[in-house]
């Protein structure tokens, strides 16, 4: 990130549509109200007012990932999973994940938008 810093930087995201992976180690950012998705390049994938945002817990991924629906548009976003450096990591021991996707999910439902 550059310049002026955004209020929330999620990073090391990994997001998708459906099935198809749509950045590993993006960012979400929340700013003033709007919600963004940055690719690993830090480009710009999608951004809404959080208040426009539906959020949800994915069942499956035991709240390790969000179901985001942005403009319309449904991404998969998992804050921490594209960590590198973790190295070795035993089912369950992902905890600062879901401890992000749980913070993330806190703040769209602060800012107004529908979880």
């Known amino acids: 990130m550059t310049g002026q810093e955004p209020e929330?930087?999620?990073d090391q995201v990994q997001i998708g549509k459906g099935l198809r992976p749509?950045?590993?180690?993006g960012f979400v950012t929340v700013d003033k109200g709007v919600l963004s998705l940055l690719g690993s390049d830090q480009q710009?994938?999608?951004s809404a007012p959080v208040s426009?945002?539906?959020?949800?817990?994915v069942?499956?991924?035991r709240g390790k990932t969000l179901a985001l629906v942005v403009n319309g548009t449904k991404y998969n976003v998992s804050p921490g999973w594209g960590a590198r450096g973790v190295g070795?990591?035993?089912?369950?021991?992902?905890?600062h994940v879901k401890?992000?996707?749980?913070?993330l999910l806190k703040?769209?439902?602060?800012g107004g938008g529908k979880a």
């Open 8 to 10: 929330y930087v999620f």
């Open 22 to 25: 749509v950045a590993q180690h």
């Open 44 to 46: 710009p994938i999608d």
């Open 52 to 57: 426009q945002v539906s959020a949800s817990m």
């Open 59 to 61: 069942r499956f991924t």
């Open 88 to 95: 070795f990591v035993l089912p369950g021991q992902m905890g």
């Open 99 to 103: 401890t992000a996707a749980e913070a």
């Open 107 to 110: 703040l769209i439902q602060f």
